[in-house]
T-cell receptor
Framework: AQSVTQLDSQVPVFEEAPVELRCNYS??????LFWYVQYPNQGLQLLLK??????LVKGINGFEAEFNKSQTSFHLRKPSVHISDTAEYFC??????????FGEGTQLTVNP | EAQVTQNPRYLITVTGKKLTVTCSQN?????MSWYRQDPGLGLRQIYY???????DKGDVPEGYKVSRKEKRNFPLILESPSPNQTSLYFC?????????????FGPGTRLLVL
């Protein structure tokens, strides 16, 4: 069975600073990896996903993530954050199509 | 507009009083799923459905029932709610055309069981 660990439950940063949200996964087979974002009082929406090919994946709103198979990681990065990026971010892994396993979530708070 | 809708958005009930949370999608998706979100635990899958009349347990199915009589609807039923089912619930849907489907989430239903 697969599992996902998000290493930071809360990440506070200042506006225009870079940010990295860390995600490690565990699986005995090939994986598909996702980052979802949840803005306050809303449902989740897809930020980006890794399926195959290039290990650097670009998503919406300037976010990108890098798949590292040897370290079983899929960290999310943004070079300069905005106040509007304040949200909860979920890493998720799938090994059998639509059955997703989510991490515990990381609350990103961007301060002025 | 492509969307997943849930009703109600907020619900307060008492222990043992049966309730149903509805979920509907207008994207003709085969796959639908229910999750609950609890602080520090992320999202955990309750039940999922691969198509009409095909449902299966997720990671935390105890205390819940589902049905899939129509492709667009996937209601979540709590026959006898208990306080430990107080949570934020999300319905999601996706296509089964590939193994890399994006899931589309509803806005959530916040349930409080007293």
């Amino acid at each position: 069975a697969q599992s996902v660990t998000q290493l930071d439950s809360q990440v506070p940063v200042f506006e225009e600073a870079p940010v990295e949200l860390r995600c490690n996964y565990s699986s005995s087979v090939s994986v598909y990896l996702f980052w979802y974002v949840q803005y306050p009082n809303q449902g989740l929406q897809l930020l980006l996903k890794y399926l195959s090919g290039s290990t650097l994946v670009k998503g919406i709103n300037g976010f990108e993530a890098e798949f590292n198979k040897s370290q079983t990681s899929f960290h999310l990065r943004k070079p300069s954050v905005h106040i509007s990026d304040t949200a909860e971010y979920f890493c998720a892994v799938s090994t059998s199509g639509s059955r997703l396993t989510f991490g515990e979530g990381t609350q990103l708070t961007v301060n002025p | 507009e492509a969307q997943v809708t849930q009703n109600p958005r907020y619900l307060i009930t008492v222990t043992g009083k049966k309730l149903t949370v509805t979920c509907s999608q207008n994207m003709n998706h085969e796959y639908m799923s229910w999750y609950r979100q609890d602080p520090g635990l992320g999202l955990r899958q309750i039940y999922y459905s691969m198509n009409v009349e095909v449902t299966d347990k997720g990671d935390v199915p105890e205390g819940y029932k589902v049905s899939r009589k129509e492709k667009r609807n996937f209601p979540l039923i709590l026959e006898s709610p208990s306080p430990n089912q107080t949570s934020l619930y999300f319905c999601a849907s996706s296509s089964l055309q590939g193994l890399q489907e994006t899931q589309y989430f509803g806005p959530g239903t916040r349930l409080l069981v007293l």
